[in-house]
């Protein structure tokens, strides 16, 4: 009989037998470097910024939808991220590194539902919306205006609301068709009517479509005349039914 080495280890029918001939290749306390240059490393980190904004979003809609987080905490915690992500984007060569929403979001493997809404729209849920009024905020309101009789508030609501509405209208009519023109003031619009109403007037729809195609246009990109014209069509729409909700 001749002895048997004494295997170290229990084999398997899978079990690989280390060699000494082989040596590592990878120096593990060596930094791994993503970026040769200052400006390549810029780039990666606006793209991290940009995917930890992206991922806070989405959880802070959520937590809006949940009503776990007050109306004002909201709007100025989403404003804030959506401020970020548009500074980020405006350098053009993350631009073209981080390409669009969606491609971002297949590369790196996000399901954002709420957050891509929200960043297509460009406005907090609140802002687009009416913000939710309490029953003691009605209660109070009503007792002391009639229903059919408007506030000295809310009157200037309504005109803000109406000269806004007709600043929009000359700056189509005028050929002022560059996003960085018209989205503020398409801004200004929806928030100055739902200071005046809380109904969901007809066509109200129109103008967040139009906020939602203005707001992933660059800057300095301009509306074609064919949009042009169903812009103004839209907005007359929309005009037409925020004045009947006065009535």
């Not at 930890?52 to 959520?62: G, H, N, Q, R």
Request: aromatic residues 8%; proline residues 4%; negative net charge.
């Amino acid at each position: 009989m001749y002895a048997q080495q004494q295997l170290a280890y229990a084999p398997t029918p899978y079990s690989y037998t280390p060699s000494s001939n082989l040596t590592a290749t990878i120096n593990l306390d060596e930094e791994v470097k993503l970026a040769d240059t200052a400006a390549e490393r810029d780039i990666y980190e606006s793209l991290a910024e940009i995917y930890s904004i992206v991922i806070t979003l989405d959880a802070l809609e959520k937590a809006y939808l949940r009503d776990s987080i007050k109306e004002s905490e909201y709007t100025e915690t989403c404003d804030r991220l959506l401020r970020q992500y548009k500074s980020n984007l405006a350098d053009e060569s993350v631009l073209a590194a981080f390409g669009d929403l969606e491609r971002f979001k297949a590369e790196w493997d996000l399901e954002v539902p709420k957050a891509t809404e929200r960043l297509k729209i460009g406005l907090p849920a609140t802002v687009e919306t009416v913000p939710t009024r309490t029953a003691s905020q009605h209660r109070t309101s009503n007792s002391h205006t009639p229903s059919n009789a408007p506030s000295a508030a809310n009157a200037t609501a309504i005109v803000s609301a109406s000269e806004n509405f007709i600043t929009l209208f000359d700056a189509v009519r005028m050929n002022i068709l560059s996003k960085d023109t018209l989205h503020p003031i398409l801004v200004d619009t929806i928030q100055a009517v739902n200071k005046v109403t809380d109904r969901d007037f007809e066509n109200k729809g129109k103008i967040v479509h139009w906020l939602i195609t203005l707001n992933q246009m660059r800057a300095a990109e301009e509306l074609s005349p064919e949009q042009a014209r169903e812009l103004q069509f839209d907005l007359n729409a929309a005009y037409e039914g925020f004045k009947a909700t006065l009535e």
